[in-house]
């Protein structure tokens, strides 16, 4: 059973940056790098929403419109671990930051769309607050 883990989260002003990081537990056969990763945050209240996504190639990238040209996904495929750089964070930014996984094949997931049902293997969060 796959196990996601997310870190990198605090507290940070507007206008500052955070990295988060995915990594992964209870691969057996395949590493991280045979799954597509997408990254979804949660605020309070509201629904979970996608953020961003990388397949496992790396061939596609998606960013949500509220997050492109401030945030970047990349992976290091040798070291297993997913980042989500965030750069320009706004107050609206806030919320909590969920790590996802899937490696069934999938030619929607990431290089059509960034859904949550697109994706099996969740970690529990990172909370990321950005005060104004």
């Known amino acids: 059973q796959l196990q996601v883990v997310e870190s990198g989260g605090g507290l940070v002003q507007a206008g500052g940056s955070l990295r988060l990081s995915c990594t992964a537990s209870?691969?057996?056969?395949?590493?991280?790098?045979?799954?597509?990763i997408g990254w979804f945050r949660q605020a309070p209240g509201k629904e979970r929403e996608g953020v961003s996504c990388?397949?496992?190639?790396?061939?596609?990238?998606r960013y949500a419109d509220s997050v492109s040209g401030r945030f970047t996904i990349s992976r290091d495929n040798a070291g297993n671990t997913v980042y989500l750089q965030m750069n320009g964070l706004e107050a609206e930014d806030t919320g909590v930051y969920y790590c996802?996984?899937?490696?069934?094949?999938?030619?929607?997931?990431?290089?059509?769309?960034?859904?949550?049902?697109?994706?099996?293997?969740w970690g529990q969060g990172t909370q990321v607050t950005v005060s104004s």
């Open positions: 209870g691969l057996t056969v395949d590493s991280l790098a045979a799954y597509d």
């Open positions: 996802a996984a899937d490696n069934v094949v999938d030619f929607r997931r990431c290089r059509i769309r960034l859904e949550r049902e697109d994706y099996t293997y």
């Open positions: 990388i397949a496992s190639n790396g061939d596609a990238k």
